[in-house]
């Protein structure tokens, strides 16, 4: 793993907490060092295969 995966890893594995608590996304963007959402989103959905909306969506 290069050190822009781990970083980019690092930051969506403590951005996922957020997530989970109802953190708005724009808000857990900028908290974990994203300029903007979508560059968030894109790197969520980069490492995940998901967005941010998919990954917490109820299954089923």
């Given at each position: 793993?290069?050190?822009?995966q781990w970083r980019a890893h690092a930051r969506?594995?403590?951005?996922?907490?957020?997530?989970?608590?109802?953190?708005?996304?724009?808000?857990?963007?900028?908290?974990?060092?994203y300029t903007t959402s979508s560059a968030f989103v894109a790197a969520f959905r980069r490492v995940t295969g998901r967005t941010p909306g998919a990954y917490f969506a109820p299954q089923g």
């Open positions: 793993m290069t050190f822009a969506l594995q403590g951005a996922v907490a957020m997530l989970a608590s109802g953190e708005p996304v724009s808000r857990v963007a900028t908290r974990v060092g």
